[in-house]
DNA sequence: TCACCCAACTTTACAACGTAAAGCCAGAAA
DNA sequence: TTTCTGGCTTTACGTTGTAAAGTTGGGTGA
C-alpha cells in the first residue's frame, strides 16, 4: 500500500462516499433496537424494546420484520403466564454486520471531527471565477 | 443530576431512542456530503463534491437542495471561464447543527461498542416462558 | 451560420420506506 | 356471553432517495 500524502488524501473521488453503510443499520430506530439487541445476547421481550427505543407497536413491528428478514434478527415467539410473548435476538451475522456498521459509523465521526478542524485557509476553488 | 447506577442505566426507558439524530443528516449520502463541506469552509463546486461523494448529478442536486432548504448550506451560483459553476458552502448554523449530529453519532458508536462487551451473562427475561 | 456536442446542472417519475392508525386475537373480568 | 385489555400485525399513506430524462448555453467543425 502506498503512504498516504496527506495533501491530497483529503481530496481523493470516493473520500466520502461511505459505502459501507448498510442501509438495513443505518436508520435511527434500527439503530436504537441493534444496539439494545447487542447488549442482551439472550434476547429482549418486545414489549421492553419497544420502550427502551421509544417506539409504537406497529413501528417495532415493521422494523423487527425488516431485520429478520435480513437475518440480522431472531424472533421467538412463546408464552408467558397465558400471555403470547415475543422474544427478539440479535444473531450472530447480525452482530457480526452490525459492528461492522459501526466501524464505518466511527470512521464517519472521525472524518467529520477532523474536517471541523481544518483552518479557513483551505483552498476553495480555482481562481477566476465570480458570482452571476 | 442523580448519579448514574451501572444496573439501571443500560434499561431505561427511552436509553436508546437517539432523538437528537436530525434526520436531514442521517443519510449516507448527506453525511458525505456535509463532511466534505465542514472540512472546506470556503466551499467546493458541484462537480468536485459529486466525486467526492460519488453521486450523480441529479442525486447530488436534490440533497443540496434539502440541505439549503434546511439552512445547512449555501449555494452560489456564478461563471467560471463562461461556463456555470456552482459553489456549495457550510452555513455557520449548518456547521453547529452538523457538529451536534456528530456528538449523537458518536454516543451511538460509544454505546454499541460498550454493548458488544457485555458478557453474555445478562438477564433475557423473566423466567418461566416457553417457546410456543 | 447551422448543426451538433458536451458540460453542468434540474426536473420528473417511481419504487421503497417509515409511521400512525386500525385491526386482530386470546384470555380475563364482569 | 359480552366487554375489556395486552400484545402484537396489517394497512394506508405521505415522504424520501434515486435513476433517467430534460434543459440551457457555450464551443466547434463543416
Not at 6 to 29: N, S, W
Not at 35 to 56: D, N, Y
Not at 75 to 104: A, M, Q, S, W
Request: hydrophobic share 40%; net charge neutral.
Amino acid at each position: 500500500m502506498p503512504p498516504i500524502d496527506d495533501r491530497t488524501a483529503g481530496t481523493a473521488p470516493g473520500r466520502f462516499a461511505y459505502d459501507g453503510l448498510e442501509r438495513v443499520f443505518h436508520e435511527k430506530a434500527r439503530l436504537g433496537i441493534m444496539t439494545s439487541l447487542v447488549s442482551r445476547p439472550r434476547g429482549i421481550a418486545f414489549a421492553e424494546l419497544k420502550e427502551l427505543c421509544h417506539l409504537t407497536d406497529g413501528n417495532l413491528s415493521r422494523h423487527l420484520q425488516v431485520l429478520h428478514d435480513s437475518g440480522f434478527v431472531e424472533i421467538e415467539k412463546g408464552l408467558h403466564r397465558n400471555r403470547p410473548l415475543t422474544v427478539c435476538r440479535i444473531t450472530d451475522d447480525g452482530r457480526k454486520r452490525f459492528l461492522d456498521y459501526i466501524n464505518v459509523l466511527e470512521s464517519v465521526v472521525r472524518d467529520a471531527l477532523k474536517a471541523a478542524r481544518v483552518e479557513p485557509t483551505s483552498p476553495a476553488i480555482a481562481e477566476g471565477w465570480s458570482p452571476a
